[in-house]
C-alpha cells in the first residue's frame, strides 16, 4: 500500500499553500522533506505549530528544522517520527502510511520543545558548499581590484563558517575532468561542485587573493563551543544528506581555527560601518551574503539596499549578494535567467542563487550578474567577465 499525501485537502490556513509548494518544488531532493511539507499543509495543528514563528521566520524550513532537532536528541528509535529519519539511522519509506500519524504524535509529545524553538530559533543553515560560488566570485572581485588584500565581511554569518572561504579545498568537475584548488595540506574532506558551461576566469588556478580580515554579524550568532547551539545548526541540515553533515563538522574545526568574530545586532550594517572604520588603508572591504534577504519584508530591502547602496558608492565597499530571484531584481533591478539549467539538480529558477557584484560607479552603484549556482553549491554557471 502507498500513501498519497494528496488524498486529504490543504487546511484552511494562509500558509498551507507555501508548504504545498514547498513539498512539490523546493524539496525534490529529500522525498521524506518533500512529503512532510504535505503533510503540514493538511494538518491545522502544525500549522498553528508554524505561527509560533516570527512573521519573517515563518517558512518551512524552520518547522522542518524544529522537528529534526527534536529528532536528533531522542537518537535512533525503532518506532515513531525517528524512524524516518536518515540522520539517526531511520530507513522506513516516506510513501508508508504510517507517517502521518507518526507525525502528529511527535508534534503533540514535543509541542512544548517545538513551540519553544519556533519562537527563540531562526534557520542558519550556514552552507559552506556555497563557498564553491564565493571563491570564483572573490577572484572576480581581485581581477577587478588588482593588488588589494581582501576584508570579508558576512551579513547573516550565523557560526561565520563562510567567512574560511580560503581555508576550504574546492574540486569542480568540468569537461569531465576534476581540479583540484585551494590549500592541498587541508586536514578535511573537499567540497564539490560541477560546473556547467566555461569555467570562471582562472579557477583552477592558486587564489590571487588573501583575506586580511574577517568579521560577520548575525540576529543571533552561533558559539562555536555551544554543543546545543551546534545541533542547532545540524538540525538545520535535511536529514537524507550524508554529505552536508560531514561538510558541517569539517567547517566547524575550520572556523574554530579561523576564529573570525560575529558580532551579535540587531542593525548589521552600523557593525558593518564601525568595522569598515577599523580597516587599514590599502585593503578591499567586500561585504556578502547568502541567502538572507529572503527573510527581509519588501520595505527591510529597499532600506537595507539604500544603505548598502550608499557604502559602496562613498566608501568603496563592495557587496557581494547571493540571494533568490525576487531578492536580485529587488536589490539590482537585473533580470535573472530565465531557463533551467538542464540535466542538473534543482534545475528551475525559482530554486537557484544569483551571485551578484554591486561596485562603485561614475554616476552610481553599478551592478553585475556574476553567476547562478544550485542553492548549496552543487553546481553553478559562470555568467560574468
Given at each position: 500500500m502507498t500513501f498519497d499525501p494528496m488524498q486529504a485537502p490543504l487546511a484552511a490556513h494562509p500558509d498551507a499553500a507555501l508548504y504545498e509548494h514547498c513539498g512539490l518544488h523546493d524539496f525534490t531532493d529529500d522525498p521524506l522533506y518533500a512529503t512532510l511539507c504535505r503533510l503540514i499543509a493538511r494538518s491545522p495543528a502544525l500549522l498553528a505549530l508554524h505561527d509560533q514563528a516570527p512573521p519573517t521566520q515563518r517558512r518551512a524550513t524552520l518547522l522542518l528544522a524544529a522537528l529534526h532537532?527534536?529528532?536528533?536528541?531522542?537518537?535512533?528509535?525503532?518506532?515513531?517520527?525517528?524512524?524516518?529519519?536518515?540522520?539517526?539511522?531511520?530507513?522506513?519509506?516516506?510513501?508508508?502510511?504510517?507517517?502521518?500519524?507518526?507525525?502528529?504524535?511527535?508534534?503533540?509529545?514535543?509541542?512544548?520543545?517545538?513551540?519553544?524553538?519556533?519562537?527563540?530559533?531562526?534557520?542558519?543553515?550556514?552552507?559552506t558548499g556555497r563557498c564553491t560560488a564565493l571563491r570564483p566570485a572573490l577572484d572576480a572581485i581581485a581581477r577587478r581590484h588588482p593588488g588589494r588584500p581582501l576584508a570579508l565581511f558576512d551579513f547573516g554569518a550565523s557560526a561565520g563558517l563562510n567567512l574560511a572561504v580560503d581555508r576550504y579545498r574546492?574540486?569542480?568537475?568540468?569537461?569531465?575532468?576534476?581540479?583540484?584548488?585551494?590549500?592541498?595540506?587541508?586536514?578535511?574532506?573537499?567540497?564539490h561542485a560541477q560546473v556547467v558551461g566555461a569555467p570562471p576566469p582562472g579557477l583552477f588556478e592558486p587564489p590571487r587573493w588573501t583575506v586580511a580580515a574577517r568579521c560577520g554579524t548575525d540576529l543571533a550568532p552561533v558559539d562555536l563551543h555551544d554543543p546545543e547551539a551546534t545541533a542547532w545548526l545540524r538540525a538545520c541540515l535535511w536529514p537524507g544528506d550524508a554529505v552536508r553533515r560531514e561538510r558541517l563538522d569539517m567547517a566547524l574545526a575550520v572556523a574554530r581555527?579561523?576564529?573570525?568574530?560575529?558580532?551579535?545586532?540587531?542593525?548589521?550594517?552600523?557593525?558593518?560601518?564601525?568595522?569598515?572604520?577599523?580597516?587599514?588603508?590599502?585593503?578591499?572591504?567586500?561585504?556578502?551574503?547568502?541567502?538572507?534577504?529572503?527573510?527581509?519584508?519588501?520595505?527591510?530591502?529597499?532600506?537595507?539596499?539604500?544603505?548598502?547602496h550608499a557604502l559602496v558608492q562613498q566608501r568603496g565597499l563592495l557587496w557581494l549578494s547571493a540571494e533568490d530571484a525576487p531578492r536580485l531584481a529587488a536589490t539590482t533591478g537585473l533580470r535573472p535567467p530565465e531557463q533551467p539549467v538542464a540535466g542538473m539538480a534543482r534545475s528551475a529558477p525559482t530554486s537557484h542563487t544569483f551571485w551578484t557584484l554591486t561596485e562603485p560607479g561614475p554616476a552610481g552603484v553599478v551592478h553585475t550578474l556574476l553567476a547562478r549556482a544550485h542553492p548549496h553549491g552543487a553546481w553553478l554557471e559562470w555568467l560574468g567577465d
Open positions: 532537532h527534536g529528532v536528533l536528541r531522542g537518537g535512533p528509535q525503532p518506532t515513531g517520527l525517528p524512524a524516518w529519519y536518515g540522520s539517526v539511522g531511520g530507513q522506513r519509506s516516506p510513501q508508508d502510511p504510517a507517517l502521518p500519524q507518526a507525525l502528529a504524535a511527535f508534534a503533540e509529545a514535543h509541542g512544548e520543545e517545538l513551540r519553544h524553538l519556533l519562537t527563540h530559533r531562526r534557520t542558519q543553515t550556514n552552507e574546492l574540486h569542480y568537475r568540468s569537461g569531465g575532468h576534476t581540479h583540484a584548488t585551494g590549500p592541498t595540506d587541508a586536514p578535511w574532506p573537499a567540497l581555527s579561523v576564529a573570525a568574530p560575529v558580532v551579535a545586532a540587531e542593525d548589521g550594517l552600523t557593525v558593518l560601518e564601525d568595522w569598515l572604520a577599523t580597516l587599514p588603508i590599502g585593503v578591499q572591504p567586500v561585504l556578502f551574503n547568502t541567502w538572507v534577504l529572503a527573510y527581509f519584508t519588501p520595505e527591510m530591502l529597499a532600506t537595507h539596499g539604500a544603505r548598502v
